[in-house]
């Protein structure tokens, strides 16, 4: 073995690797509690009224979902 893969190998071991301390797993899903307030600034809130595009879908966050016909793409 090369001199500098033993030299680097025995730094590697003294060098300590940062773990995870106290990371609180759900049990359950995660319900976004803090987008149930109103946004405080004018207009924050007009993002939530649009639809996400799923292909040629939209489809809205109240359920509703409308097809896109295919020369509007």
Do not use: W
């Not at 899903?29 to 109103?38: S, V």
């Amino acid at each position: 073995m090369s001199e500098y893969l033993q030299t680097s190998r025995q730094l590697q071991s003294r060098i300590p690797f940062a773990k995870a301390v106290g990371i609180a797993h759900s049990t359950g899903p995660y319900h976004c509690p803090e987008l149930t307030k109103p946004c405080a600034r004018a207009g924050g809130d007009a993002a939530q009224q649009l639809p996400s595009r799923a292909g040629n879908r939209l489809v809205y966050r109240d359920g509703r979902v409308e097809r896109l016909k295919d020369d509007a793409l």
